[in-house]
């Protein structure tokens, strides 16, 4: 009897802080309207305080998800955190999550793929049930987006936010979980969406902090061709591969980068707005976050059996697309989203 991974809750938490387009206005040359036609983007969560790292955001989300579901923390075998933005370059984000959340048997880890960091984690995850050797896998898409923002920058300050949500991946032998994945990567993208300093070929001096090198670097122009380009494509080859039309897909839960991308993809795949998960103008671009952060707001109109196709693209550059086959009737949306 085959053993897929199965997604059984979600668990979100975005921060109280709302950043506006209005308050970006009196930061940067800028305005509403622009920010809005180009992006799609309204407003953006904000983590604000002192010592207040990412872990602080996936804790929150994983409790969320175990209160929803029941689970105890005791019994998470693993907790794998999606992230670019970790609270410090050692330990990782997933280990301080486990000791914030009281998962004591669990081991952890993070996992760096810019904003398709999600996707590459709920695949890797999946391997640990599918194997017969875990039983509960949570996997966690949490940014801080706002620490590595530069807010003289009015091209990308814009764009993101901070967020995070967390899934509870059980084993399943019904058919339901993830079916299907195609993942890609290519390095040489690097040059175009990148952070300059803070890495070991450029660690942290008072050059590179007065040269503003420690923020997103992003060709802008580029990127959006990139993406435009490998995240609607892949999100239709792996519908294909698994006989799905326009009319079986119930959702396609894009990565909240950009309204343009977002459409594009949709119409490569060629479902209506109505099929699509949006919620970019609420959040912006949360990185890892999106695509949970996604997941917990839909939640209360998903339905056990619906077909769903995950897709994101990140820098470095990272894309792919997943195939979900969703596990259970909708629950109440999640509280404080």
Not at 271 to 291: A, C, D, Q, S, W
Request: glycine share 10%.
């Amino acid at each position: 009897m085959k053993v897929t991974a199965a997604i059984t809750g979600v668990g979100a938490y975005v921060p109280d802080y709302v950043l506006t387009n209005q308050e970006l206005e009196t930061l940067v040359d800028t305005t509403d309207e622009w920010i809005t036609t180009r992006t799609g983007i309204k407003e953006r969560r904000i983590l604000k305080g002192e010592d207040q790292g990412t872990s602080v955001m996936g804790i929150k989300a994983v409790e969320q998800l175990l209160a929803k579901t029941g689970t105890r923390a005791e019994d998470i075998d693993l907790l794998i955190c999606a992230t670019t933005t970790p609270d410090m370059v050692f330990p990782a984000t997933a280990n301080l999550i486990t000791a914030g959340v009281g998962a004591t048997k669990a081991f952890g880890f993070d996992m760096q793929a810019a904003c398709s960091g999600f996707l590459f984690a709920l695949t890797t995850g999946a391997q640990f049930i599918q194997t017969g050797n875990y039983k509960k896998v949570v996997v966690v898409g949490a940014d801080k987006m706002s620490s590595i923002v530069d807010y003289t920058d009015r091209a990308n300050c814009i764009i993101f936010g901070d967020g995070a949500a967390a899934v509870l991946l059980e084993p399943n032998t019904e058919g339901y979980g993830l079916l299907d994945q195609q993942l890609h990567s290519d390095g040489n993208g690097a040059r175009y969406l990148h952070q300059k300093a803070g890495g070991s070929r450029r660690p942290p001096t008072a050059e590179t902090v007065a040269n503003r090198e420690h923020y997103i670097y992003q060709e802008g122009s580029t990127v959006f061709k990139f993406a435009v380009t490998n995240m609607a494509d892949t999100a239709a080859l792996v519908a294909e591969r698994n006989h799905l039309t326009a009319d079986d897909i119930a959702w396609l839960v894009p990565h909240q980068a950009n309204k343009r991308i977002i459409d594009a993809t949709a119409n490569r795949v060629g479902i209506g707005p109505e099929k699509v998960m949006l919620n970019i103008h609420r959040f912006g671009n949360t990185t890892n976050g999106t695509i949970p952060l996604c997941l917990a707001d839909y939640e209360s109109q998903l339905k056990k059996g619906d077909d769903l196709i995950f897709a994101a693209f990140g820098g470095g550059f990272t894309w792919g697309a997943l195939y979900v086959k969703w596990a259970y009737d909708g629950a109440p949306v999640a509280t404080g989203i």
